[in-house]
């Protein structure tokens, strides 16, 4: 029988602080395919994303289908605005939420893996990382602050990851991010310069695919998950509707779920997937295919 094994694989997921969005679900079905798993988490959620662990707040969440709990074998603190701790303003680091936090940049990432597990210290990497402050915005009104804290976040965050980890990881490694649609069609409503920053995160998916295919021989791949109301995505204050409207336009009409999208990435990151890199890869029940859409008469006679 074919099937997903990564069983003494190390996956590293960055960018989860809840158990409600895609990155979860993913940390979720690399342990059902027998993968150990670290996570990285946003300083200011850090606390009390342990605290809920602790306190059993995610128990349902982390059940495994044989029954067994999934459980992290490191949390690390990660902000991906920040690549050394020299690029962090002092007022930042000296904060209460950062004190004492030690290297919480991407780089202290890597540190931190490489101390913990010697090199190589990891084989997936899963970024599931994106943040604009000014998402809200039409791009007419976004400032350049809006627009490159969007970039720099969501995209230029997943060249620096395969820069400062590719040298840790295994040979042959597999690295995934997260995109949306928006990064080829117009999405109003997602705006303040988060549509660019996916776009740059596909491009950048494919140029690191050839530079770190040569360099180390890592897969370097993108997936593009249909709309999922997550809290990130629901701060957008659409994602109900997009929903709805993606399941009445899509060739399969019903909505993307969690599994999915955490199915197809456990797949990408094995060696079943050995021959996918620089690839954006659609998780939409297919609505990415579409150029009309079909739930109002458009075409009609």
């Not at 079905?29 to 670290?38: H, K, N, P």
């Not at 991906?80 to 290297?103: H, I, N």
């Not at 990881?169 to 705006?191: D, H, I, K």
């Not at 997009?242 to 990408?268: Q, R, W």
Request: aromatic content about 8%.
């Amino acid at each position: 029988m074919l099937t997903i094994d990564l069983r003494g694989k190390r996956a590293l997921v960055a960018g989860v602080a809840d158990d409600g969005g895609f990155g979860f679900a993913i940390a979720k079905s690399l342990a059902e395919a027998g993968a150990t798993v670290c996570l990285g988490t946003w300083p200011p959620a850090l606390g009390i994303f342990k605290t809920m662990l602790e306190r059993g707040k995610f128990d349902e969440s982390l059940k495994l289908r044989d029954g067994s709990k999934l459980s992290f074998e490191r949390i690390y603190p990660l902000d991906a605005e920040f690549d050394t701790l020299d690029d962090v303003p002092a007022e930042l680091r000296s904060s209460k939420r950062y004190r004492d936090l030690g290297d919480f940049t991407i780089q202290g990432l890597a540190d931190n893996l490489k101390a913990d597990f010697g090199t190589p210290a990891v084989d997936i990497v899963i970024h599931s990382l994106a943040n604009g402050a000014e998402v809200k915005k039409p791009l007419l009104e976004t400032s350049r602050k809006g627009y490159l804290g969007a970039v720099n976040v969501s995209a230029y965050s997943y060249a620096s990851l395969v820069q400062r980890l590719g040298p840790v990881a295994r040979a042959g490694s597999a690295f995934l991010a997260l995109t949306y649609l928006a990064s080829e069609r117009v999405v109003p409503g997602y705006g303040g310069g988060m549509s660019s920053a996916k776009a740059a995160l596909e491009s950048d998916t494919r140029v690191l695919a050839y530079e770190a295919g040569r360099k180390w021989g890592h897969r370097v791949n993108v997936l593009s998950a249909g709309p999922w109301a997550s809290r990130a995505a629901s701060a957008i204050g659409f994602i109900d509707r997009m929903i709805e409207y993606c399941k009445a336009n899509s060739p399969l009409p019903e909505g993307v779920t969690a599994e999915e999208v955490g199915a197809t990435a456990a797949f990408l990151a094995s060696p079943l997937a050995s021959g996918i890199t620089g690839t954006t890869v659609y998780v939409d029940k297919g609505y990415h295919a579409m150029g009309v859409a079909v739930d109002r008469p458009t075409l009609a006679p």
